[in-house]
């Protein structure tokens, strides 16, 4: 069926603009709420192997005799791919159309995930991983895309809430499902999972999604400024990504960020003198826009670095299995199910800055909870914060994106979308390094005085790294042989040390939180929110 194609009158300088000169979609292609129902389908596809493939790791290692570093590139590899190649892959939906690229995107990303479960070589995993990643950064800004050009100003808040909710209801419940697909199936069905959802997505996107482009989209490519700004990213995610191992002052730690810095303002220079570039640099003058980017920055960084100690306390501290673990941490999901669409509800009525504001306060306050949690403490407070947590980031998920993407311009909603996931990603890994480093810096401090208080014989420097490092992940240093009472004291001494490293962790993350509530008041609803669809009838 040949698509139909939506012409938008708006400028990059424009404000509120006339909505399309086309008439409204009758019928299934290009309803707005089918629409959602189309790209839903395929973002859960992403979001959810964003979290699912961690529980299957052990299982593919040990099938295909893999090394621990090896299945540390499964998920880094992939994170690499995503993240670097966002931003481009919105400029190609705003330039060829968001339908085509967010099909090609789902027919990408559920083929190399059928391709990795029929890998028989860590190898191939890691390759069809970075496959995964591409068609991922094409389907991402596409769907927002979709939802832009499809949705009326007053109802894209609603459309964006039931989006957030999809994206967290899947990512939270990854080691869920996860967790019973690996125990009961194969580390394969991981990945098969993605075959059939994908076929769904492309079925109901060859008959629902309308292509909507702008009459001044982009006719062009910045070559140069593409390879700028994927050399930028790379080198700044490769070195959040390796930090940790190599050490916050070490040199080539050091070497990938200064790389990043030159590369962004070697970029930023570009920008200003190509003529059709790949980011215009206008685009920032909106300062809405710029504090949702940063918003997005600062919450990825408070619940995504803060989330990853909380797995492993649940499992490690707590001894749960991982469904167990995940069960757990429904509380987080189901608020963010039932919050998202009634945050979309209030920004309409109200605007984004209060619910951006409170959800950022929310955020804090469970963090700060987060931190004053024990090695006992029960499963009912613990539900407290991580619902608490839910009903924070609900409203900053759907808020910011509005944001984002209703403060640019119809003809780079892609590049907006674009914007918006790499700094989600960008916010996590920083997230992760960052508090892992606090927690690496705690424990090392820690570890040593609360090992002799406990009366155990002291440790080599070698012993002592060896004992930090499974300490920094809740793992007691149990040396096989190690009579019962010793046993009892290490472990004690082990979780001790790693609930005070993650509640220094959880309390830094409470401070970012902090800060962004003053950063949610710089936003506004978006001013080119009309340009989308609003001549659509719903």
Not at 70 to 84: E, P, R
Not at 259 to 276: D, H, L, M, Q, S
Not at 495 to 508: E, K
Request: charged share 10%; aromatic share 8%.
């Amino acid at each position: 069926m040949t698509s139909q194609t939506t012409l938008d009158k708006t400028g990059p300088g424009d404000g509120a603009s006339p909505g399309p000169s086309s008439a409204p979609a009758k019928g299934l292609r290009g309803h707005p709420w089918f629409t959602l129902i189309t790209v839903a389908v395929g973002v859960m596809m992403v979001a959810l192997d964003g979290t699912i493939v961690a529980i299957a790791n052990p299982a593919i290692a040990s099938d295909l005799g893999a090394t621990f570093a090896q299945v540390q590139w499964i998920t880094n590899a992939y994170f690499l791919a995503l993240a670097v190649t966002l931003i481009t892959a919105g400029k190609l939906g705003d330039r060829f159309g968001h339908r085509q690229t967010f099909l090609i995107g789902v027919v990408g990303f559920a083929a190399a995930s059928g391709a990795i479960g029929l890998s028989d070589s860590i190898a191939m995993v890691i390759v069809f991983r970075v496959f995964q990643g591409l068609f991922g950064a094409l389907l991402m800004p596409a769907a927002l895309g979709l939802l832009r050009a499809t949705f009326p100003a007053e109802k894209l808040n609603m459309a964006i809430g039931i989006w957030g909710m999809v994206i967290g209801a899947s990512t939270a419940g990854g080691p869920i499902l996860g967790g019973v697909l690996v125990e009961h199936v194969n580390w394969q069905s991981v990945f098969f999972i993605n075959v059939p959802v994908g076929i769904i997505a492309v079925a109901l996107g060859a008959l629902i999604l309308l292509d909507h482009r702008a009459a001044n989209a982009p006719r062009s490519f910045d070559i140069l400024g593409i390879a700028l700004l994927s050399s930028a990213m790379f080198c700044l995610v490769w070195a959040l990504i390796k930090a940790p191992e190599w050490g916050w002052g070490a040199g080539l730690t050091w070497l990938f960020l200064g790389v990043a810095v030159a590369g962004f303002v070697a970029f930023a220079v570009w920008e200003t003198r190509v003529k059709e570039p790949l980011i215009p640099l206008g685009l920032f003058r909106s300062v809405p826009l710029s504090a949702g980017v940063v918003l997005m920055v600062m919450m990825a960084i408070a619940f995504m670095g803060g989330l990853f100690f909380v797995t492993f306390y649940l499992q490690n501290v707590h001894g749960m299995s991982p469904i167990d673990a995940g069960l757990h941490l429904l509380p987080l999901t189901g608020m963010m199910i039932v919050g998202s669409p009634l945050a979309g509800l209030a920004i309409t009525k109200v605007g984004p800055r209060l619910p951006l504001a409170g959800g950022m306060a929310f955020t804090a306050l469970a963090m700060y909870g987060m931190s004053t949690l024990e090695t006992d403490t029960s499963s009912a407070v613990m539900s407290l914060w991580f619902a608490l947590l839910g009903l924070g980031l609900a409203p900053v998920m759907v808020g910011a994106t509005e944001v984002i993407v209703g403060n640019a311009p119809m003809e780079l909603s892609g590049v907006a979308g674009g914007l918006q996931q790499a700094a989600m990603q960008i916010g996590g890994s920083l997230g992760t390094a960052v508090l892992g480093a606090v927690m690496a810096s705690k424990v090392d401090s820690d570890l040593a005085g609360n090992w002799v208080a406990a009366g155990l014989p002291g440790l080599t420097p070698e012993q002592q790294a060896e004992a930090s490092e499974a300490v920094q992940v809740g793992v007691p240093p149990i040396a096989p042989g190690t009579p019962a009472e010793v046993a009892t004291k290490i472990t004690d001494v082990a979780h001790d040390t790693f609930i005070s490293g993650m509640s220094l962790a959880s309390l830094v993350a409470a401070g970012v939180a902090a800060v962004a509530i003053f950063v949610a008041f710089l936003t506004k609803r978006g001013a080119n929110a009309e340009a989308g669809a609003g001549a659509a009838h719903i």
